[in-house]
């Protein structure tokens, strides 16, 4: 595996792979990589020849207050992780790389609606960081497929529609959701996490399917079934955020004739702000 740190080496060596017929697949991070980022990298090379990873903490993506400082960054065991997975080309750049002067000033890609609910009421700006740092990134690495988990539901959704919108040629694949053996979803803020709060973590999981359960044995209550989810949250140490039964094509709120549904969650342990979902068909 290749590992560079700027823009021109990044499209010399994808250019030179694209020349010689590759397909080329992306898997985009911000590093402290786990499980669930590997699954992207050995998904992906089923649907490509050669896989670019980038780890990049994008700061954009950040509120104030929020983590970005501390956020952990493990360069070195990450590039591990990834040429032990089959990884071709590690992306690694400084800030002032992708973002060369005052960033605030930059041009900014916003996705509406889609946005408005959830994590993106949760978390002001947020999504805008996301859906700038992917396109400039499917600008400079112009892959033909890139890999998402499906563990952030809302970023995947956005994502779909800010590739439709700025007609970037690059087919989105969603990736279930990899867990902890008690259904914890892996994630890179669970290490913010005690062992004791990893543990009762999985109560977030475990309301999920029960909402799933209840819907597929016809209550249409969503009101309920989220307030009762949020209770048993509270009484495991969570302070829910958000327990939401929606329609999987917009995040809307689900009525009883809507099919497709999406059960959106976040919530926070201590010092992690962890979210789940689970989707299904009625």
Not at 164 to 187: H, K, P, Q, Y
Not at 193 to 210: F, H, M, S, V
Not at 251 to 266: F, Y
């Amino acid at each position: 595996m290749k590992t560079v740190h700027t823009i021109q080496e990044l499209r010399n060596e994808v250019h030179r792979q694209r020349m010689a017929g590759k397909r080329i697949g992306f898997v985009p991070t911000m590093g402290n990589l786990h499980a669930g980022h590997i699954t992207l990298i050995t998904e992906g090379l089923k649907q490509a020849d050669i896989m670019v990873s980038s780890v990049f903490v994008n700061p954009t993506q950040f509120g104030p207050g929020e983590d970005f400082d501390s956020y952990p960054r493990t360069l070195e065991a990450d590039a591990a992780k990834l040429e032990a997975a089959g990884c071709h080309l590690l992306f690694a750049p400084p800030v002032t790389e992708m973002y060369p002067g005052d960033q605030d000033k930059w041009a900014k890609v916003v996705v509406t609606e889609i946005t408005d609910r959830h994590c993106g009421a949760a978390r002001p700006g947020h999504f805008d960081g996301v859906s700038t740092v992917v396109s400039k990134l499917f600008n400079i690495v112009k892959p033909d497929v890139a890999l998402f988990g499906k563990k952030d539901f809302q970023q995947l959704a956005v994502i779909r529609r800010m590739t439709a919108a700025l007609c970037f040629d690059v087919e989105i694949v969603g990736v279930d959701t990899v867990r902890e053996a008690n259904g914890l979803a892996m994630s890179s803020r669970n290490g913010y996490l005690t062992e004791d709060e990893k543990q009762r973590g999985a109560t977030l999981y475990q309301c999920l399917c029960a909402a799933k359960q209840e819907i597929q044995q016809g209550n249409h209550d969503y009101s309920a079934i989220a307030e009762q989810a949020n209770e048993k949250l509270a009484a495991a140490g969570f302070a829910p955020e958000y327990f939401s039964v929606c329609r999987a094509d917009t995040l809307e709120p689900a009525g009883p004739d809507d099919k497709d549904l999406v059960i959106l969650a976040a919530a926070r342990m201590g010092q992690a702000r962890l979210i789940d979902n689970i989707d299904f068909t009625l």
